[in-house]
């Protein structure tokens, strides 16, 4: 029965990784302080991952361990009689009900009610009789039981992780029956041997099942924190999400703080100026992520020096965005960059030139970056050339959706502000009509463009981590000042904790 409450930890294992914990650890007196990532799950979630129990359960008694169980007792005219049950494995298992309680700044309250397990096993036994006769027996024996269980599940703070403590676990049995070689009317075996194991079966199995809920506790807790520190990490670019406060349990929800720091190679991040409150969050919806504006631009100061910020372009990409426009000025431009040489015989690269920097504004997310661009053509037999290198500043103001497993990008208003400027066929830049078709080029084609390739990059990677795994309903991404909000409703993913407990235990 080890595995029966390990496993209905298994499924508020998940609420409980998602918070981190309680005493152990020190923060400080300013609670929200160092709060880079806030996680709030409110309870239609934790009603929801419940519901995903049984099946984690039935794993966990078939993959659990039962001790042999000994015993003896001197009986009046039979002398001392000794048994001992081994081979004890689960056949049988149904549950009726599982319930979910979120207790206010005290635990997780967890009843499954009315588990119905058969144990199977083997009885041996012996005694002496008192006229010195000595008999010795093996039989087969099931057991038929109902038993209800109650979890009370503290979270604390180990080293900035999560700890859950379930040691706060209660067994009541309701039904015990004892049936030997399959007979189900009772006789004078199988009473006495009920009467002696009874009590003892039942001490054991409670500090079995407590015991692996405690150790299974722990171990789906590192489960779901690798889950979400793989999730945040791609390559060397990384987020530490230790704690960064005490997490919060009230009777709709449960919330959890992250410093949510960026980590790469010799690059130091610091924050301690969080926006975060537990009130700029609701409690309307299933799940709920807070993100700081600091986490966007560390993120993008990583990957510029990470220098993933860099485009190629070529064939007809490359001549689609040159032709945003069939006029006689854009022909005229663009045989003046190319110098009549063909767009498959040409490569431009665009990358930038300092790390981004990164506003998030309630009319969207704000970047500023300073871009070059370069467009080189090689010539039949001739040397390659660069007939075009520009450097600007772009400002372009981005909406972001997610739907139907996709994430979207809006480019909304965008500035564009030339910093240099060199072209082979222009090489005193007198010819406005060259700058005014790049300008308007780069305004209503090229940010589109680098846009369209960050999309199914970003998808890529947020699959890669089991995104698509998740059935997510009606998300909405709000953007405030210094801050952003991700709420949804979503879907459990099938058979993921199921699977992960058949291949650990």
Known sequence: MLGAGAARLGALGILAALLRALAACEFGPLPYRATGIACRMTKPAALLMNQETAQVIQVAFRNARFPNITG???????GKVAYGLTNIQVNNLSI?????????????????????????????????????????HSVDFEIETSIDLQLNIKLMCQEDQVAADASDCYLTFHKLSLHLQGE???GWLKQLFTDFIAFTLKLVLKSEVCKEINILAQVLANFIQ?????????????????LASVPLIKENYLESHHKGLVQYKNYSDVFSDSLFSPSL??????LYFWLSEHILNSLASAAFLDERLMLTIAGEKLQALFEIEDTEAQRRAVEMIFQGTSHNDSVAKVWSLAQPQISLQPEGTVVKALVAAEVSIFPPGKEPL??????KEITVTIQAAYAEKRLHLHPLDSRIEFKAFNCTADPCGN??????FLQKMISVTGIQEVISRIEPTLISLMNSKGLHLFEIRSPEIITRKGYLIVQ???SFPDHLLLDFLEKTL
């Open 96 to 136: 009726e009900q599982s319930e979910v309680e979120l207790k206010e700044n005290d635990a997780i309250d967890i009843a499954i009610k009315n588990v119905m397990a058969v144990f199977k096993g083997t009885l041996n036994y012996g005694y002496a009789g008192a006229w010195f006769l000595q008999l010795f």
């Open 431 to 436: 010819d406005e009509s060259i700058r005014n």
């Open 72 to 78: 003896e007792r001197a009986v009046r005219f039979l």
């Open 281 to 286: 969050l609701s409690e309307s919806r299933m």
């Open 184 to 186: 189900k009317e009772p």
């Open 226 to 242: 690798d889950i979400a520190a793989n999730f945040v990490q791609d390559e060397d670019i990384r987020l530490d999400i230790s």
């Open 386 to 391: 660069t007939a075009l290198y520009m450097e």
């Open 488 to 490: 949804l409703d979503f």
